[in-house]
């Protein structure tokens, strides 16, 4: 059974709170979830999963999460090879308030690990979600998975069940097996 490594940037929880019912549904025995506040270490420990789900909320204007400034910036430094690599990206936002950069540090983490030859599964469709603008739109879809805990928290479960089919369909046969 190869294992998914979630790592996950929250400032006050709603991210994580997402990455916790991802591991449920994927199961605890096939997941390891880590909290990059406590966790981080540097990227090999990345490279040690095949499939990798990563959790992200958006700050300042469009800005990524702070804890994971730091492994961008090891990205940059040391440029590792995320090819062979499949990434599932997920982060909460505020559609409301931050109506102009909803769920843009997505797109950061896209871009970013992108560029050093990952893979990404988990495109997720934006009907349904109200916003001006978010640099997370690639194709007509989001690159990952958007939530709002602050507007939307009661439609999070069902969008989340259909995002968990979606990685499913989408995910390497043999990391479901
Ligand atoms: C100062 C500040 C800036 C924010 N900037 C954005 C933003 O640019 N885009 C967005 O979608 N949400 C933005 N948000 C909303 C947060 O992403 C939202 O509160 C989210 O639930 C935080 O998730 P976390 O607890 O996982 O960190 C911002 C919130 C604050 C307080």
Redesign the pocket.
């Known amino acids: 059974m190869s294992k998914i490594g979630i790592y996950v940037?929250?400032?006050?929880?709603?991210?994580?709170q997402v990455a916790k019912k991802l591991e449920a549904a994927f199961g605890e025995e096939r997941c390891d979830i880590k909290d990059l506040e406590d966790d981080y270490m540097d990227l090999d420990e990345f490279l040690e999963y095949d499939i990798l789900f990563f959790?992200c909320?958006?700050?300042?204007?469009?800005?990524v999460?702070y804890n994971w400034v730091e492994p961008l910036q090891d990205l940059q430094i040391n440029k590792p090879d995320f090819s062979g690599k499949t990434i599932a990206l997920f982060?909460?936002?505020?559609?409301k308030?931050?109506s102009e950069?909803?769920?843009?540090?997505l797109a950061v983490l896209y871009d970013k690990f992108g560029a050093r030859g990952a893979s990404f599964i988990g495109a997720f469709p934006t009907d349904g979600y109200t916003f001006d603008h978010s640099e997370a739109i690639r194709d007509g879809k989001f690159v990952g998975f958007p939530f709002?805990?602050?507007n939307e928290d009661d439609k999070t479960d069902e969008r989340l069940s259909r995002w968990v089919e979606v990685l499913k369909a989408e995910m390497p046969a043999e990391a479901l097996a």
């Open positions: 940037g929250s400032s006050t929880g709603s991210t994580m959790g909320s958006t700050w300042g204007s469009g800005e999460q982060g909460a936002g505020d559609c308030d931050h950069q909803f769920v843009s540090a709002d805990r602050v």
